[in-house]
C-alpha cells in the first residue's frame, strides 16, 4: 500500500505533477463540454422562434458564439476549481495573484500584444502581402462583441495554461527545476490546445512559439496577467481591429484589412497568424523573454 501511494503522492503528501496535471485537464475538458452541451440546448430551446421565422444562419452563429463564450468561462472554472481541489493551495500560487502591479502588468502586456501584431502588419504592408481596404475606421456592432470576448478568452487560457498546467508541474519553487522545460510544456500544452484541420505548418510553429512567450512572462512576473494583456491585445489587433482571421475566426474590422494574395507569408485566408512573417517576431519575442526569466531566476537565487 506504502508503495501504491508513492506512485499517486511525493514523500510529503502532495498529489505528484503528472496526476495533477491529468485530472485538471480531465476535469477542465468535462467541465467545458457540459457546460457547452447545457448552454447549446437552452439557447436553441429559446431560439426556436427565430429559426422557424428568422435567418437560420444568424441564429446558428449566435449559438455558435454563446457556446464560445461559455467554453472560456468553464475553462477558467475548471481549472481554478482543479487547483483548489487537489492542490489546497490557494489561487495565488498558480498564477493569479490580486495586486496593486497586476493591473500595471496586463496594461503593459497590452501594449506589447499589440506592438508586436503591428510590427508584423507593418512588414507584410511595407513587402506588399497585405492591404487596407477601408482606408477610415468603419465601427461594426459585432466588434465590441469580439473584443470582449478576446479577452476572455485570453483570460481563461491564461488561467488554464500558464496558470494551472505550468505551475502543476511546479516550475515555480525555490530552488528552480528546468525553467526551460516548464516554458517548453507550457508550449506544447498551448499548441495542442489549438491544434486545427487543414492549416499550414507556421499555424503550429506560431502557436508553440506563442505559448513559450505567455509561459516565460509568466515566470519572469510571478503571475499571469501580463500574458493575459498580450494575448488578449494580439488577438484584437489581427481580427476586431484589421479584420483578418484570429484564432481561426475572422470579423469585421475597424480597418477591414486583406492579403494580396495568398501566400505562406501572409498565411491567405486563416490570417497572419497562419503565417511565416509571424515566425519570425515571435521567435525574437521569445528569446527576449526566456532571457528574462533565467536572469530573473538567478537574481532569486543570489
Known amino acids: 500500500m506504502k508503495r501504491l501511494g508513492g506512485f499517486w503522492r511525493t514523500k510529503n503528501g502532495t498529489l505528484r505533477s503528472g496526476w495533477l496535471l491529468a485530472l485538471g485537464a480531465v476535469v477542465t475538458a468535462g467541465l467545458m463540454r457540459a457546460a457547452q452541451s447545457i448552454a447549446a440546448l437552452a439557447a436553441g430551446a429559446l431560439m426556436i422562434p427565430v429559426?422557424?421565422?428568422?435567418?437560420s444562419a444568424s441564429v446558428q452563429n449566435a449559438?455558435?458564439?454563446?457556446?464560445?463564450?461559455?467554453?472560456?468561462?468553464?475553462?477558467?472554472?475548471?481549472?481554478?476549481?482543479?487547483?483548489?481541489?487537489f492542490t489546497k493551495r490557494p489561487l495565488s500560487q498558480m498564477g493569479l495573484r490580486v495586486q496593486k502591479a497586476a493591473l500595471h502588468r496586463l496594461f503593459l502586456g497590452m501594449l506589447q500584444g499589440t506592438g508586436a501584431a503591428l510590427v508584423v502588419f507593418g512588414v507584410l504592408l511595407a513587402a506588399g502581402q497585405v492591404r487596407v481596404e477601408v482606408p477610415a475606421p468603419a465601427f461594426h456592432a459585432v466588434t465590441v462583441e469580439r473584443i470582449l470576448f478576446y479577452g476572455l478568452a485570453a483570460l481563461a487560457e491564461g488561467i488554464f495554461y500558464q496558470g494551472f498546467c505550468m505551475h502543476a508541474v511546479k516550475a515555480?519553487?525555490?530552488?528552480?527545476?528546468?525553467?526551460r522545460w516548464a516554458v517548453l510544456l507550457a508550449a506544447v500544452l498551448y499548441t495542442v490546445g489549438h491544434i486545427a484541420a487543414d492549416v499550414p505548418v507556421w499555424w503550429h510553429l506560431n502557436n508553440l512559439f506563442l505559448g513559450g512567450v505567455f509561459a516565460a512572462m509568466t515566470l519572469a512576473t510571478g503571475d499571469i496577467w501580463a500574458a493575459v494583456g498580450t494575448h488578449w491585445m494580439w488577438n484584437v489587433v489581427w481580427g476586431p481591429v484589421l479584420g483578418f482571421a484570429a484564432d481561426g475566426v475572422r470579423t469585421q474590422g475597424l480597418w477591414q484589412a486583406q492579403y494580396t494574395e495568398a501566400t505562406a507569408w501572409n498565411g491567405g485566408p486563416l490570417g497572419p497568424q497562419s503565417g511565416a512573417a509571424v515566425f519570425g517576431v515571435v521567435l525574437v519575442w521569445l528569446i527576449i523573454w526566456v532571457t528574462k526569466v533565467f536572469l530573473h531566476r538567478e537574481n532569486m537565487d543570489e
Open 51 to 55: 429559426l422557424v421565422y428568422g435567418n
Open 63 to 85: 449559438l455558435i458564439d454563446i457556446i464560445r463564450w461559455v467554453g472560456c468561462v468553464a475553462m477558467g472554472a475548471g481549472a481554478m476549481v482543479s487547483w483548489h481541489y
Open 172 to 179: 515555480v519553487e525555490k530552488n528552480g527545476i528546468r525553467v
